[in-house]
């Protein structure tokens, strides 16, 4: 039950669009379409902004966006916006019944 | 208004014991399967365990295997995460969630409560 990986770290100005990596195998992220996204503001709870790959919950602004190849997916923030810096967290149901996060990605906007 | 609310954490010496209840309200509490998420300080979410919405099936992290317990009460809306031989490497925020209906994810999160293993 390896994290999945995801760079530590992408930044980007205000207004511009910046996507996150998640790389797991093909008995997680790449066996099902089952790839959810959190983000967490420092000193609170997660919060879902995407369930299967790509879809957004009502209340998550449109300029979030999810999608998958292979054993890898990927979370797009476009529009980039002072409220979007915080730490995001991919995470995959896997083929063992289980659960697994990504390694979490710092979204800095500069 | 869904509301998660753990509590029970605290300070444990290696190798003790805890059990972190988590109360549930603003939906029907039985139709869910639940989770729990840990958060060691400064590092990123580990998945811990679930159970089944009927209890009849539960699931764990390896890292947790044999050592801790899920188990709800649908009568007192609480699910519970009972820890055995704790460790220091167990020292986190512990989040109880629900996993969405039909779904593979987990859509409310508690606030946490933060268990600290330390002698």
């Known amino acids: 039950q390896s994290a999945l990986t995801q760079p530590a770290s992408v930044s980007g100005s205000p207004g511009q669009s910046i996507a996150i990596s998640c790389t797991g195998t093909?008995?997680?992220?790449?066996?099902?379409?089952?790839v959810s996204w959190y983000q967490q503001h420092p000193g609170t709870a997660p919060k879902l902004m995407i369930y299967?790959?790509?879809n957004r919950p009502s209340e998550v602004s449109n300029r979030f966006s999810g999608s998958k190849s292979g054993n890898t997916a990927s979370l797009t923030i476009s529009g980039l916006q002072a409220e979007d810096e915080a730490d995001y967290y991919c995470s995959s149901y896997t083929s063992s019944s289980t659960y697994v996060f990504g390694t979490g990605t710092k979204v800095t906007v500069l | 208004e869904v509301q998660l609310v753990e509590s029970g954490g605290g300070l444990v010496q290696p190798g003790g014991s805890l059990r972190l209840p988590c109360a549930a309200s603003g939906f029907t509490f039985s139709s869910y399967w639940m989770h729990w998420v840990r958060q060691a300080p400064g590092k990123g979410l580990v998945w811990v365990s679930r159970i089944k919405y009927d209890g009849t099936t539960t699931n764990y992290a390896d890292s947790v295997k044999g050592r801790f317990t899920i188990s709800r009460d649908s009568a007192k809306n609480t699910v519970y995460l009972e820890m055995n031989s704790l460790r220091a490497e167990d020292t986190a925020v512990y989040y109880c969630?629900?996993?969405?209906?039909?779904?593979?994810?987990?859509?409310?999160w508690g606030q946490g409560t933060l268990v600290t293993v330390s002698s």
């Open positions: 093909s008995s997680d992220v790449g066996a099902y379409n089952y």
């Open positions: 299967d790959v790509s």
């Open positions: 969630a629900r996993g969405a209906m039909g779904f593979y994810y987990l859509d409310n």
